[in-house]
């Protein structure tokens, strides 16, 4: 196995450090041993520290919407993992389970604090190295974010489909009601005033036309707009269902958190103050 200084030297969060700011934060380490299928955290679990593997390999995982099994990453020799717990003291958002048997190096929360109050100038190095990582992961939000159904409809649309929509919208309004009830009447009346000249004279076949052909021409234009519609209420219905299925997986999560919390807390209990099954029946 590696000596320490190189495999802090090799962790991105500590690389920025001097050989001394390293030396001295390796005095602040513990060596924790995992053998293979062995859990080091789950996600949702408090943590207040961070891990780099000395040797073997450590699986992050998440679970996806319909509660697969999504691997991040794999980290081996020289690799960190957990140190937003270590930053921010919040819960883990990834679990990791080793892969084989693996020696990981340990720095706790308050160690660090420690060692930077002896060592200011390596904050620096710190928020330089988590400074680059938020800009990576800001670019990949960028890229990755989820539209408005919407915005997504919108983009995804062409000048004649948008142009479809206007007249569909028109064409269902009362303005082009009246619009065309005025066309007609003055249609009408024009040939059917006495002393006057009639382009298109009773049963006026030439208007019948021009309707016939405007009714063909929206009715396309309606059906182009009505299946732009079905293909955006295709994207909210399966927006819905994504959130629905997560407000499950969440549910679920939590059901998990409260099982494991009472396992630990009867595990902690005293023998006589667990309850039995003996003693339900009694009360029953």
């Known amino acids: 196995m590696q ?8 962790a991105s969060l500590f690389n920025l450090l001097d050989p001394s700011e390293r030396n001295d934060l390796e005095r602040t380490l513990e060596w924790r041993a995992f053998g293979t299928g062995d859990t080091v955290f789950s996600i949702g679990e408090p943590g207040d520290s961070m ?4 040797s073997g390999q450590v699986e992050l995982s ?4 319909v509660g697969a099994k999504i691997v991040l990453a794999t980290a081996g020799p020289g690799e960190q993992f957990g140190e937003l717990s270590l930053l921010d003291g919040g819960a883990r958002t990834a679990s990791a389970v080793a892969l084989e048997d693996s020696m990981l190096l340990m720095l706790d929360r308050d160690d660090l604090l420690e060692f930077l109050k002896s060592h200011p100038d390596a904050s620096l190095d710190l928020l330089a190295t988590m400074g680059q990582r938020i800009r990576a992961t800001d670019e990949l939000l960028r890229r990755r974010v989820a539209r408005n159904i919407n915005e997504e409809i919108a983009i995804r649309s062409t000048p004649m489909e948008r142009f ?3 007249i ?4 269902g309004s009362i303005q082009f009601l009246l619009l065309n009830a005025l066309w007609f009447l003055a249609w009408i009346l ?3 005033t006495p002393k006057v000249r009639h382009f298109d004279p009773y049963p006026f076949g030439f208007l019948t036309m021009v309707v016939s052909l405007e009714a063909i021409f929206l009715s396309i234009f309606v059906l182009v707009s009505q299946n732009r519609q079905a293909a955006k209420d295709r994207l909210r219905a399966d927006a819905e269902y994504e959130v629905n299925l997560k407000a499950e997986l969440e549910v679920a999560h939590l059901h998990e958190k409260m099982d494991k919390l009472t396992e630990d807390l009867l595990a902690r209990m005293p ?3 667990r309850p039995s099954a003996r003693t339900h029946a009694v009360s029953e």
């Open 168 to 171: 569909a919208v028109f064409s």
């Open 51 to 54: 891990y780099i593997v000395g």
């Open 62 to 65: 998440v679970k996806d919407n």
């Open 271 to 273: 023998k006589p103050e």
């Open 164 to 166: 479809a929509d206007l």
């Open 190 to 192: 024009w040939n059917t």
């Open 3 to 10: 000596p320490v200084s190189d495999i802090l030297s090799k």
